[in-house]
């Protein structure tokens, strides 16, 4: 029972982080009360994170392995506790002048409220320099790195021990691999990595292989650079029992029957 | 060594595994994440940010992050993969607009999203493809939408700014891709 259910479709957008204005405020407002709501937040915030993989993958520099693992061991490894040293504390002598302390304690409430407000301000300060120091550290260190390598690269050029070897393209390339997800009342996704490129005038084109009768044309795709493609819900017959599925290399355009060579296969298990 | 009553018997090269050699110094266990993960966030930071340096300098952040909060890292509340997804968009996206760092933490503490079985580089393959193929079903106007929102952190109004739509449109383009990701995705 969910008495919240008008609510779920904003905490996506909240998550997303794409409401502002009105409806911004109006769902925090709900969301402040509700913890049902907060929940849902957190469990939608963690999903849309899968949207991350949309990035195109690449790979950084090996040298910021190194820089992490040399700041963890400079630091002695470990976490750091996040909490703060607790202040160091001072005992007041207490005399018997009742009348003075009592203006003073007036006066410390007034000064402890000004330096928490103080405090707060001071800690968001303290954040901002603190990021702008590891900026500036991080440049720095890139900077010695770049000199270091540059200096690295020119021993290796000029060293009387250095032997020059021409490279050809490898004969082993990446093994091409596909994957279909396959529902016969839903439809068909379709992906596949390491084809290599066609000539100009051909195509890759899927098959759907039934159980019984001629192969289905299930769509024809292109490569990108990287060698990925993808069929995303071909048109179909609906409810045909697949047996196999299957790439073949055809004329662009596509043919009604494969005629070409075979370059993925796999059978329904 | 037999686990202590009450304590998950994680291999010792799980994501939690790792996280509790790093508490203990481990810094063999810290490489194996930075292996693991050091890739995925990368490939956030550099789309984000679209400078190379600049990812690699948000990567080195977040490692060190993760160590540093290593100790009140609570599995039962969300995986780490999860976490390191959120960081790595969040801190991209504050760094580009020039921001101090806003959401992440919250974000990150109070995320308890699914437990993404992505540990090896076989299923995190498998996952962006599983992504983008979603993300390629869109209608292109929804996909270009949710671009600007994810990888911008564009809100509603700037979308309709950037793209000369009107606002209703885009919520409209929205909440209709977010329904579509919520089947394949359940959001």
Redesign the interface.
Known sequence: MNEHHQFE?EI??Y???????A?KAELEGHLSACSAC??K?????????????????????P???E???E???AR???????APPAPERRGLRMAAWAPVWAAVGLLLVAAATWLAVDNRRLS?RL??LE?AH??LA?ASR?LEAVNARARAALEVLTAPQTVQVDLSPAAVHPEPHG?VFYNPGKGL?F?A?HLRSLAPGQTYELWLIPAQGAPVDAGIFNTDSIG?G?V??PPLPSGLTAKVFAVTIEPQGGVPAPTGPKVLIGSVS | MAPTPGQRPDRRDSDEGLIRR??????SA??IL??RY???V???A???LGD??A???V???I??QL??????FDSAR??LS?WL??M??NRSIDRARRR??Q?EDQ?AA?????S?DIESEAA??????????A???LPEAQRVA??L???E???????AKRTGDPLGTVKTR??SA??S??TV???
């Not at chain 2, 160590?67 to 009140?72: E, F, P, T």
């Not at chain 2, 109070?110 to 699914?114: D, F, V």
């Not at chain 2, 996952?127 to 983008?132: E, I, S």
Request: net charge neutral; aromatic share 6%.
């Open positions: 479709e996506a957008l998550g997303l982080g794409v409401l502002d204005g409806d907060r929940d937040l957190a469990a939608s915030r963690g999903t849309l994170a899968l949207l991350a993989f949309a990035a195109p993958a690449v790979k950084p520099s040298i910021v392995r820089r992490i693992l700041a963890f061991k002695g490894g470990g976490p750091i506790g996040s968001r954040s901002d990021l590891s900026q991080a890139e994957k996704l992906y990595t990925n993808q995303i819900l | 790093i508490v203990d110094g481990d810094e810290l490489g930075y292996d050091g890739g995925l990368y490939s956030v550099k789309h984000v190379s340096g990812a690699e300098e990567l080195q952040d490692f060190h160590w540093r909060r290593s100790a009140n969300g995986s999860s997804l959120v790595a968009r101090t760092p959401l974000d109070s995320l308890h999203g699914p993404l995190q393959n498998e996952m962006a493809a599983r992504v983008r193929a993300l390629q079903a949710m671009e929102a994810y990888f952190g564009l809100t509603q109004s700037e979308i929205l909440r977010l329904a990701l919520r995705f359940r959001i």
